[in-house]
């Protein structure tokens, strides 16, 4: 089976500028998680989404959001950039909301 | 509050060593816990992980983590290292009564390096 699947592998934007990251859970898991890890730290929780609602929200400006598809799979969307959202933005999937999360390889935003 | 603590930013171990990562946990009662293995440039795999039951929990890899509930800690162990175990080791804690949601809450992290 396919693991999780984050799109794009790399980006790099300017200060200011909007950016959407994409996310596709595992076959069979309805639940996607979203974290943010920058160099050197541990990830931090952003944000949790279980059957298309919002089930978590991690300490974070409202600049950043997200939203579930009905096929579960997710968008993290991050407005008004700065140059301190530059880091590795990581998506898990697990079958349900308190349930084992496996990771995908992650999206590695810079931000100029 | 929640928190994981990892004391050890680095490692160095030889290969065919043995190997302990320590961690501790703040927590207000059994969580779940895990841990997680990061190669350069990669997403996070999971190595094990205790919900309840038998203390020790054996992972992929040759790995084993100890639930100390006196200590609040569950480290990781491997009784011979291997070259290919150089990467970065996370313990993480996850739902519990006090955490309702999935978040995992991470440590900051070991890197370990393996010499010849």
């Known amino acids: 089976d396919a693991g999780v699947t984050q799109s794009p592998t790399h980006l790099i934007k300017t200060r200011g500028q909007q950016v959407t990251l994409r996310c596709s859970p595992i076959?069979?898991?309805?639940?996607v998680s979203w974290y943010q890890q920058v160099l050197g730290q541990g990830p931090q929780f952003i944000f949790q989404?279980?059957?298309?609602?919002?089930?978590g929200r991690g300490n974070f400006p409202d600049r950043f959001s997200a939203r579930q598809f009905p096929n579960y799979s997710s968008e993290l969307n991050v407005n008004a950039l700065l140059l301190g959202d530059s880091a590795l933005y990581l998506c898990?999937?697990?079958?349900?909301?308190?349930?084992?999360?496996?990771f995908g390889p992650g999206t590695r935003l810079l931000v100029l | 509050a929640q928190s994981v603590t990892q004391p050890d930013i680095h490692i160095t171990v030889s290969e065919g060593a043995s190997l302990e990562l320590r961690c501790n946990y703040s927590?207000?009662?059994?969580?779940?816990l895990f841990w997680y293995v990061q190669s350069p440039g990669q997403g996070l795999q999971l190595l094990l992980k205790?919900?309840?039951?038998?203390?020790l929990v054996q992972g992929i890899k040759g790995f084993e983590a100890e639930f100390k509930r006196s200590q609040s800690s569950f480290n990781l162990r491997k009784p011979s290292v291997h070259w290919s175990d150089a990467a970065e080791y996370f313990c993480?804690?996850?739902?519990?009564?006090?955490?309702?949601?999935?978040?995992?809450?991470f440590g900051q992290g070991t890197e370990l390096s393996v010499k010849p």
């Open positions: 076959s069979g898991h309805k639940s």
């Open positions: 205790y919900f309840s039951g038998d203390t």
């Open positions: 898990a999937s697990s079958r349900g909301q308190q349930e084992t999360q496996y």
């Open positions: 927590y207000g009662a059994t969580p779940y």
């Open positions: 989404y279980y059957e298309k609602e919002e089930r």
């Open positions: 993480a804690v996850g739902p519990s009564i006090y955490n309702q949601g999935g978040k995992l809450i």
